[in-house]
C-alpha cells in the first residue's frame, strides 16, 4: 500500500531559483501531437511553429491571435496536455510533467454548472494534490479554502452551488480554486468573454493583488483593447509567433495585418484603422 | 395493524425472500453510489455495453465452474482495451467503437450460452436476474465485492471527485489520471457482477443511472447525492421484491419499476427543480 502512495503520487519538483517562471524554446506542435487528434501526413504542416519567448515571475501576459491561431494549443503545451514534436517547454527550469503549480482557469463553457458541488467543493479541489492520496482535509486545507475566497471577494458565495453565480462570479471562484492549488503559473482560457465592464476590473484588481505574491499570470483573450491596456506584454500569435513584446510595439498595423491577414481590413484615414473581426464581432482597435 | 405486520413479515419466512431482500438492498446501495459517478461522467452508454461486454467471461466462468467475477473483470477490461485501441488514431468516434464492442461481445457471449444445454432458462438469468434463486453464498460474495466497491470509492472520492469534475484539474494536480479511469472501470465491471442476479445485464444501467438522476434533482452537493442515491436505490431493491412476492411479477423489472417511478416523482415534484415546481 505504501508503494502504491509514493508510485501514484506526484513527484515534487523544486524551482531552480533565478529560472524564468516559463520559457518556450525552438517548440513545434505537429497536427498529429495537438488538437486535432488525426494523423494528418502533416508535411511540415505544425499547429504551432518555432515558438520561443519567456517570461518573468509576477508578470501579466496577453495571449491574442485570431481563432485557430493555436492559443488553446499553446495553453496545453504548458501544461503538459500536448507534448513539442521538437523543442522544450521549462517551466521555473523543469518540464511540466511534475509541477503541481501551474493552474488553468478553464472557459466557462467547458464547465458542467449543474455538477452537485458548493463554491467551497470546487476551490477545495485545488487543495487535492497537496493533500495527498489517502488523506482528507484538515483545518489547515480549510483556513487556505476561506482565506482563497476572502482573496477574490467571494466569502458569501462559500455554500452556493456553482450553478447559482453569475458569469464574473463563477470566474472568480476559479480563481480562488487556483489560489487554494497554490499556483504560481496561472493560465486563463478566454475569461473575459461575456463579463461586463465592472466584473472585468473586478477580476483585474484581484488580479493585481497576484503580483505581488509572484504569482504570473498568462491570459488568452479576443480583446485587443484590453491586451492593450491592461497587460504588461502581448504575444500575438497565428501558429507562429508574429510579434512578442510591450503592447504598443506588438499591437502596430503590420503585426496585426500579418497576425489577422484575412480577417482584418484597413479603413485608410487619419489614424489608419485596423479593423479585426476576432471572434464574435468585438475586438476592434486603433493603430 | 397486525395486518400490516403480517404483510411484511410474512414472506420474511421464506429463506429465500430474505436473502433477495439483503441482495437487492446491498445491490441497490452500491450500484447507485457507484452510479453518480457514471452520471457525472456522462459514462452511461458506457456503463450499459460493459454490463453486455462481460457476458462471455461470465459464461465462460460459468462452464468451467470458476467464479463468475473472474471472467466478468478480464472481459471489462477487454472490452476497456479495446475500446481504446479503436478509438487511439482518431479513425472513430468513441461511442462508435463502444457500439461495435457491445455488440460484437454480447453476440459472442450468446453464443458462447447457446452451446450449453440449458440455454432459454440460463440466458433469462443472465438477461434479466434470478433474484428469488440467490444462494447463502451469493449472498456472501455479493456482501464482500458490494463492501470492497464502496471502500475503494470512499478511498479515492475526492481524486474521483476532480476527475468527473475537472478533468485538466485533475492533469495541472498531476493525479494518476489513468490509473483513475481503469479503477472506475474495474470497479463498474465488478458492480455489475455484483447485481448480476438481482436485476440483469439488461436492465443493469437503471441501476446505475436512474437512482443517480433522480438523487440528482434533489441535492445540491455530491455526499448529500450519493446518500440520496443508495436510499432510493435500497427502497427501490426492498419495495421490488415485496411487489414481485404480491403481483408475482418478475423480480428484476419490479425493482427496476420502482426506481423508474420514483424518478418520475421526483422528475415531478422535486422542491425547487421539478417539473410541476417550476411551472406553478
Not at chain 1, 177 to 184: G, K, N
Not at chain 1, 207 to 221: E, F, H, I, N
Not at chain 2, 186 to 200: E, K, P, R, Y
Request: net charge neutral; proline share 4%.
Amino acid at each position: 500500500m505504501a508503494e502504491l502512495v509514493t508510485r501514484l503520487a506526484p513527484k515534487r519538483i523544486h524551482h531552480e531559483p533565478g529560472q524564468s517562471t516559463l520559457e518556450l524554446d525552438h517548440v513545434y506542435v505537429s497536427f498529429a501531437d495537438g488538437t486535432r487528434g488525426v494523423t494528418l501526413a502533416s508535411g511540415g504542416n505544425y499547429a504551432l511553429r518555432d515558438l520561443t519567448f519567456s517570461v518573468t515571475k509576477g508578470e501579466r501576459i496577453a495571449v491574442v491571435g485570431p481563432n485557430g491561431a493555436g492559443k488553446t494549443t499553446l495553453f496545453r503545451l504548458i501544461v503538459g496536455t500536448v507534448t513539442p514534436s521538437q523543442g522544450q517547454v521549462n517551466i521555473y527550469g523543469h518540464g511540466p510533467g511534475d509541477h503541481i503549480c501551474i493552474a488553468y482557469v478553464p472557459q466557462r463553457s467547458q464547465i458542467d454548472f449543474a455538477f452537485p458541488a458548493t463554491v467551497e467543493d470546487v476551490v477545495m479541489m485545488g487543495r487535492v494534490g497537496r493533500i495527498g492520496l489517502f488523506r482528507w482535509p484538515r483545518r489547515h486545507d480549510r483556513e487556505v479554502v476561506r482565506s482563497s475566497l476572502a482573496r477574490v471577494e467571494a466569502s458569501h458565495l462559500a455554500k452556493r452551488q456553482i450553478g447559482e453565480l453569475s458569469g464574473g462570479q463563477q470566474q472568480r471562484i476559479f480563481i480562488a480554486r487556483a489560489l487554494a492549488q497554490e499556483a504560481e503559473l496561472l493560465l486563463m482560457d478566454e475569461p473575459l468573454t461575456g463579463l461586463d465592464l465592472p466584473s472585468q476590473d473586478r477580476i483585474f484588481n484581484i488580479l493585481g493583488t497576484l503580483r505581488a505574491d509572484g504569482v504570473t499570470v498568462v491570459v488568452a483573450t479576443h480583446d485587443l483593447n484590453l491586451a492593450a491596456e491592461r497587460f504588461d506584454r502581448v504575444l500575438l500569435l497565428n501558429r507562429e509567433i508574429i510579434s512578442y513584446g510591450r503592447p504598443e510595439q506588438v499591437l502596430s498595423t503590420p503585426h496585426l495585418l500579418r497576425a489577422y491577414s484575412g480577417q482584418a481590413t484597413i479603413i485608410p484615414g487619419e489614424h489608419n484603422v485596423v479593423l479585426v473581426d476576432a471572434c464574435c464581432g468585438q475586438g476592434e482597435v486603433d493603430a | 395493524m397486525t395486518a400490516l405486520i403480517s404483510w411484511f413479515a410474512d414472506p420474511l419466512q421464506f429463506d429465500f425472500i430474505s436473502r433477495a431482500l439483503i441482495a437487492a438492498i446491498i445491490v441497490g446501495v452500491v450500484c447507485s453510489v457507484l452510479g453518480t459517478f457514471v452520471v457525472l461522467r456522462g459514462m452511461a452508454f458506457f456503463g450499459d455495453a460493459l454490463a453486455h461486454t462481460i457476458l462471455p467471461g461470465v459464461v465462460i466462468a460459468f462452464l468451467l465452474g470458476w467464479p463468475l467475477a473472474i471472467g466478468a473483470l478480464i472481459f471489462g477490461i477487454i472490452t476497456a482495451v479495446l475500446i481504446g485501441v479503436l478509438t487511439e488514431q482518431g479513425l472513430l468516434k468513441e461511442d462508435t467503437a463502444i457500439g461495435v464492442v457491445f455488440a460484437g461481445l454480447f453476440a459472442l457471449g450468446v453464443a458462447l450460452l447457446s452451446i450449453t444445454g440449458n440455454y432459454t432458462v440460463d440466458l433469462a438469468h443472465f438477461l434479466f436476474g434470478n433474484l428469488l434463486g440467490v444462494s447463502r453464498q451469493d449472498l456472501l460474495v455479493t456482501s464482500v465485492l458490494g463492501a470492497i466497491v464502496l471502500l475503494v470509492l470512499f478511498l479515492f472520492y475526492k481524486e474521483f471527485l476532480v476527475l468527473s469534475f475537472d478533468r485538466v484539474l485533475a492533469v495541472t494536480l498531476r493525479l494518476p489520471a489513468t490509473f483513475l479511469n481503469y479503477l472506475l472501470l474495474i470497479l463498474i465491471a465488478v458492480t455489475i457482477v455484483v447485481s448480476l442476479q438481482v436485476v440483469g445485464i439488461a436492465l443493469m444501467l437503471a441501476m446505475f443511472v436512474t437512482p443517480a438522476a433522480a438523487a440528482s434533482l434533489m441535492t445540491r452537493r455530491l455526499p448529500t447525492m450519493m446518500a440520496v442515491a443508495a436510499a432510493i436505490g435500497a427502497f427501490s431493491g426492498v419495495t421490488g421484491v415485496y411487489a414481485s412476492y404480491y403481483l408475482d411479477v418478475a423480480s428484476g423489472p419490479s425493482v427496476v419499476l420502482v426506481a423508474t417511478a420514483i424518478f418520475v416523482l421526483v422528475f415531478l415534484f422535486a422542491p425547487r427543480r421539478g417539473l410541476v415546481v417550476t411551472r406553478l
